[in-house]
């Protein structure tokens, strides 16, 4: 496994010089997250990531978590880094002072986030889920609830799940067959079964929380008939063992020291957190947290694998570059040499920077709409979170699988040796395409909910911003070429926006046939747009000669590596979203296959 | 893991109807490949594979291969299947009969390599090694080299494996430190370390024959150099254990029922296998056999994922069509008929498909540059396979592992539990983009060595049967305009091919800054030419009434998807060709990570 370095170099330029971070905070009032503050984070964070987290992550892998008999086990070392990472204040970061946490905006947990995912993406699902449980008793929950339990889940004595999957449905929420049946005492008795819980059962906590998605008897059919509970594992006022346990754990393709479980409810004791049959409402104003978090696991793995890939393009020998000998005291060139493998570099480059910049964008929107004074201002960046979340989770996602793909390409056959670490990347990147809304669901979720259901105007809010940046920049001496390439796209997006909203007045399945490849679409157009906004600083730190000159170079020349070879795939996915749903739905079902 | 049922309807449309088999063997005096013969092969194999292999393909994954103390123990059932293999006569289905085998062309043993490589590609790695050292042994060996080893290889009483890879090098064959002495009794003691040599020590056979790469003690540097030897692992003559021996078996992402072995040799007995230093060029005469092979690696663990994904579109329920309820009486609609779960699987169908009518169309030139009356026809095969191989390695991986991953999404969480089978698929498939030389080696080779390096002249003799095609179909009533879309894509084929040639003759970079798009790019031509060539017949068919009009149906509706929604990726790739070097060679390799 290559050793995890936080690239604090990146995350600073984009923290002091591109995102302008201490203006954005004291523009909000979170003056606590000053600049030393920030810089506190930074350095700390990386320091128990790379001490703490990184050395058991491929331990973590081979060793997996063990059930036995409902008790689940995991990997040696995963306790201890729990017990640390509380102790060190990190788990309640971000989290409301009011029940123990330290009160900083949510871009600053976001980036210890990548740092969490980078070194061990397995250990972060624990409290990554327990983060996500806070988030909806914050926001949902009674005063009493919150009192009991967020103070709790904020001190890491306790953690939490979310419980919404069951064997039949994913997607498909409004089909679930949990039953709560009110109780004589105001609780609830859930009963029913769920599957692929993350830190279900684990023995890093006193207890477990689980908000677990049920209907009641009268409850309407669908999605609009489904309420949220809080089941905890112990009740917390008697400290009894409550009638949930863990039926067996799942064997996976990647993220192995993560507890997936199956979870059986039997009469277990619950509370109904939010209103009655609004529980898919409290699940969803936390999605666009999640969706990120989901998101950075594309970027975290991503970075991982080309930290190890750029080592081993240094270091391994074999063949010549073309135009001769490059280390003639060797018996071979270095790989990197070969303009092949500085294409799967700066492949991974790009996307990598890319993306982290494109969280860094979407973290501040999060605060704004957190923490903003106006209410315009809120709206505003709700509106950009909502259009922006489906991207971020699955243009993130997408791009940082073919990334961790090209980190393993790089080492050749021993990319494929799990010793070297770098195929549990790609393993454990995997899901990240599937979970917390499937790839396709995100899609649908840009461009039917998002897009066209605003009749365009979220778009719009996002095209409108990248327009009176490429015409404040027209001029820009060195950049004006590629900003007029985005500029261009930019309008065509927009145009092609229209053509498939015209097409799905008449048929709503052109919708789901241009989705994914409209989502890609404009995850480049995206990254396009930040590539300029980190190049243009770049340049002026060269032309003043301010900042940090050769890495400002490497971030010019992967902005011209991102316009010249990899925005061209916009042409391919443009061309399959004008394609339409015809070539897709002709063909009968029952032909697929014969 | 899915059931596999081998794919004989479209194999017959191939076989039958596009490729015309039969006119194919007749032509070539291999009168024995009788329709009957085929027909039993496909039918017989198929029932082998689908009862035999199939089971043990997900029983293999997990158990893996045991070592101990140099003893490699293949996982249950594996002996076993291999000795019905050998009993019912596939070893040597297209081996010369002058030592044991059947003589049947190598295209057909290639339609059971598929079958063989879908239902359990671990265990085809065994057979599949012996008929490379086979290949090479029958075309270097001498006649006294023939006489013990063939016969014993044939007869899968011994099998055998390819030792070219050190810890130090893979690519770079010309640095190899394995020795081989001279003897007094004209034998080579071979010292040196081999690693990644796959079957290199198992329990299937009662020996194991090497074909190991050493250097000769006066021998050139470099890869002129390189030497040829077999070294079995029990000496024939006395039976008594050679010098080599097993150190260790990897443990892998993938194909974890294939032995990948580190293989010591220690003064062990070899024999020189063709002329000294000429090792590489033995090498290299069956490259073309094991490069098609590997590619279709791509293909086979494509179609096992196709085979999953659309029983579980139709079987798995999950939210209702956008157009309106396809399925009232039951909880939701089946996924397939979602449009995006149908890109997806139209995808996998359009490669998977498009693929095999590649592998069919290149095991028929491969028949040819064997069987072929005239040297004329002979050459030219020859000409064509050479482009096509390196196409057909890297085109068919990277389009198998998009196809098994696009599986594993249509399984949504399901698809990354091992249970399923579906990431097993993956997993597998991860392995062909890298061993067999790389795909941004095979890239080279087919841009620098075959295309620039015969000045054009091998691109030539493709595009040219294309061209032809196109022009005999342009005014064709259903397909003309996907003829027009070909033709112009053919002709940009040539014109971007001499501006990368222009360049080049500049700088020898530019080669290798083009050559994994140039690739891709040509593949994705090739697959139209073949994909086209499919709906010609399936539209002689429906207009006839000859033949399966609802199989023809779902040929052309996938040739449609496929010319709509996957073709125009060229263009994507044609950007990135024509980006240049410059902005993958500018960043000196120390700013790449700061």
Chains 1, 2 share one sequence.
């Not at 067996?248 to 957190?273: P, Q, R, W």
């Not at 490849?517 to 301010?546: E, F, K, N, P």
Request: charged fraction near 20%.
């Amino acid at each position: 496994m290559p050793d995890y370095k936080a690239p604090l170099r990146d995350m600073r330029f984009l923290i002091d010089h591109v995102f302008d971070f201490h203006g954005h905070y004291t523009g909000l009032g979170a003056t606590e997250a000053s600049p030393d503050m920030v810089n506190a984070i930074l350095e700390e964070g990386a320091r128990f990531c790379e001490n703490v987290l990184s050395p058991l992550n491929r331990s973590g892998d081979e060793e997996g978590c063990h059930f036995d008999n409902g008790v689940v086990t995991t990997p040696k070392g995963f306790k201890q880094a729990f017990a640390q990472y509380v102790e060190g204040g990190w788990h309640g970061l971000a989290a409301d002072p009011a029940y123990g946490g330290q009160g900083l905006p949510s871009s600053l947990g976001l980036v210890l986030s990548e740092m969490i995912g980078s070194s061990n993406t397995s250990w972060g699902m624990y409290p990554g889920l327990t983060h996500g449980a806070m988030s909806a008793i914050h926001t949902h929950g009674s005063q009493a609830q919150k009192d009991i339990y967020l103070t709790k889940l904020t001190a890491g004595q306790w953690t939490g799940t979310m419980c919404l999957t069951e064997a039949h449905c994913g997607t498909d929420l409004g089909i679930i067959k949990t039953r709560a049946v009110p109780q004589a005492n105001g609780s609830y008795a859930v009963t029913g079964s769920k599957i692929f819980i993350s830190a279900g059962e684990h023995d890093m906590s006193e207890n477990i929380i689980h908000l677990v998605l049920a209907k009641l008897p009268d409850a309407p059919a669908g999605t609009k008939g489904i309420s949220l509970f809080i089941v905890p594992k112990f009740l917390p006022d008697t400290g009894e063992r409550n009638g949930v346990s863990c039926g067996s754990i799942e064997h996976k393709m990647g993220i192995k020291a993560s507890a997936t479980c199956v979870l059986n409810f039997d009469g277990a004791e619950g509370y109904l957190i939010g209103e009655a049959n609004k529980g898919l409402n409290c699940m969803f104003t936390m999605m666009n947290h999640a969706r990120l978090g989901t998101g950075m696991q594309g970027l975290c793995l991503g970075e991982a694998s080309f930290q190890g890939a750029i080592k081993y393009a240094n270091d391994r020998l074999q063949m010549r570059s073309l135009t001769g000998a490059k280390a003639p005291e060797k018996p071979a060139d270095p790989i990197i040499v070969h303009p092949d493998v500085r294409r799967m570099l700066l492949t991974m480059k790009a996307f990598n920077e890319g993306n982290r910049a494109l969280t860094y964008f979407t973290a501040q929107l999060l605060d704004t709409a957190h923490l903003g004074t106006e209410p315009a201002q809120r709206q505003e960046a709700e509106d950009l979170l909502a259009f922006l979340t489906p991207i971020c989770k699955a243009f993130m996602t997408e791009t940082g699988l073919e990334v961790t793909n090209h980190g393993m390409q790089v080492f050749g056959g021993h990319g494929f040796i799990r010793e070297w670490g770098m195929e549990q990347l790609v393993r454990d990147c995997r899901i990240a395409p599937i979970y917390e809304g499937t790839n396709g669901i995100q899609a649908l979720d840009l461009l039917g909910r998002k897009v066209l259901g605003s009749q365009g105007k979220l778009l719009r809010g996002f095209t409108r911003i990248v327009h009176r940046f490429c015409a404040a920049n027209a001029d820009h001496p060195q950049l004006k070429a590629q900003v007029a390439h985005l500029d261009e796209l930019n309008q065509q997006w927009g145009d092609l926006t229209v053509k498939v909203g015209t097409a799905a007045m008449k048929n709503p399945d052109e919708v789901g046939a241009a989705a994914l490849d409209y989502l890609m679409y404009s995850g480049y157009i995206i990254l396009g747009y930040l590539w300029l906004r980190m190049a243009l600083v770049a340049q002026v730190q060269i032309d003043s000669g301010s900042g940090d000159a050769d890495y400002a170079r490497g971030k010019l020349a992967t902005c011209e590596f991102y316009f010249k070879r990899l925005l061209p795939r916009t042409a391919a996915h443009r061309a399959a979203v004008e394609a339409g749903s015809d070539c897709l739905m002709s063909l009968p079902a029952e032909l697929f296959a014969l």
